[in-house]
């Protein structure tokens, strides 16, 4: 931990620097995710999914640098490359070769379901570790991830 004159004591700094950096590899990996569904979707409705696909890595981007800056001010390092964010995502690995509207829109929905769950679960341990912040800055998370599972899930027709 680098000095700081955040009022924190260090042990919850380091507790919300190890959770934060666990979702900032999620974070890199599900804008990647989403990348990969964006240049690779086909289908009836391509151009709506293909700009929703964007548009949703542009806030899955904006969620790594939230996350990563929060651990830069609780006085921690972002470990936020590419071969980490690899090896410590939480993600299910997307699946190549995959092109169908409905393949991919499936993918995409479970990797915000599983990223939305966990950010809901940091939310608890930040709060009950004693860092209202960062809980915090996981509600919002949460939110953006469920209002953009909404946007995904639509794309389903009710029975």
Not at 3 to 26: D, F, G, Y
Not at 118 to 123: D, K, L, P, Y
Not at 126 to 146: H, M, P
């Amino acid at each position: 931990m680098y000095p700081t004159r955040n009022s924190l004591p260090e042990h919850v700094r380091s507790q919300a620097n190890e959770i934060l950096n666990k979702h900032l590899a999620a974070a890199i990996d599900l804008h990647a995710q989403l990348k990969q569904a964006h240049w690779n979707v086909r289908g009836p409705a391509f151009i709506a999914i293909h700009e929703l696909f964007d548009r949703i890595s542009v806030e899955a981007e904006a969620m790594s640098d939230l996350i990563a800056e929060r651990v830069a001010g609780l006085g921690g390092t972002a470990r936020g490359t590419i071969q980490l964010a690899s090896e410590r995502s939480f993600l299910a690995p997307y699946l190549l070769g995959i092109g169908s509207e409905q393949q991919h829109l499936s993918a995409v929905g479970q990797a915000l379901a599983t990223f939305g769950a966990s950010s809901r679960t940091a939310i608890q341990e930040a709060a009950a570790f004693g860092d209202a912040d960062t809980a915090d800055l996981f509600t919002g998370i949460s939110r953006n991830i469920d209002k953009q599972l909404w946007f995904i899930e639509s794309h389903n027709a009710p029975d």
